[in-house]
């Protein structure tokens, strides 16, 4: 018998291994908005739209074609869910629309509030939030923009959210389109990893990542299957330049 190596994480629990058949299993993939206008500032709650190079990378990852139709390799998704962002919602919108879907716009998926940082040049932003950052790699509550979104408050509502997934019916297929922090926040969740180690993580412009969910008596375990795989789930191994 395999042992399985078990997190528990809120009501969530993780694992490498399991013997029981799930009941129920979901299949989710994370896709971050590509490149969007403005340039290289801090977006939290800014509301940029994406540039064309920005679509363009959205739909490599997703398997879309050049006219945003979905192709032989575009994943069979039973749910689309999206951050209300623009640069998020814009094309959850759009993709839902060539696979027969609704989008779902859920404001729970959206970036952190940067309050006062937000919209700042990321050169500027890194010497303002120095002394913070330094702290938070030893103290979650110590990130915490002014006048925005502290990160404790920030990753009880992004697991939240994550958790909420577990409750779809069986052989869900979703596709959510979110943000970096995000991110930082639900592969490491699923990882075991602590929340203020994830910078080795490379999470890029249209990041694609699929995380499965099995829910075993009464139970979830989630399992992190690709990251940043674009090319891999569109069956395709080559390197993609955009």
């Known amino acids: 018998m395999h042992h399985g190596f078990y997190l528990v994480c809120r009501e969530l629990t993780f ?17 971050r908005h590509g490149e969007p206008e403005g340039g290289d500032i801090l977006r939290g709650r800014v509301n940029p739209v994406l540039t064309a190079q920005g679509w363009s990378q959205m739909r490599n990852a ?56 937000d919209g700042m040049l990321i050169s500027d932003w890194r010497k303002v939030a120095a002394e913070q950052f330094k702290a938070f790699q030893t103290d979650l509550a110590a990130l915490a923009p002014p006048n925005g979104e502290d990160y ?26 979110t943000h970096g922090g995000v991110l930082r926040v639900v592969l490491p969740t699923v990882l075991g990893m602590p929340l203020n180690k994830s910078f080795p993580l490379f999470i890029p412009f249209a990041c694609y990542s699929r995380v499965s969910v099995d829910v075993v008596e009464g139970k979830t375990y989630s399992a992190l299957m690709f990251h940043n795989g674009a090319e891999y789930a569109a069956g395709n191994y080559k390197l993609v330049k955009d």
């Open 15 to 31: 694992l490498s291994a399991i013997d029981l058949p799930p009941q129920k299993r979901i299949t989710i993939d994370f896709i």
């Open 62 to 117: 997703a398997a879309l074609d050049g006219s945003h139709k979905a192709s032989a390799l575009t994943p069979p998704w039973t749910h689309i869910i999206s951050s209300p962002l623009l640069r998020c919602r814009e094309f959850a919108d759009r993709t839902a629309g060539s696979v027969k879907l609704s989008a779902s716009i859920e404001d729970q998926w959206q970036e952190i509030d940067y309050g006062d940082w």
């Open 152 to 177: 404790l408050s920030f990753k009880e509502r992004i697991q939240s959210a994550f958790e909420g997934l577990a409750e779809l019916p069986d052989k869900s297929h979703v596709l959510v389109v």
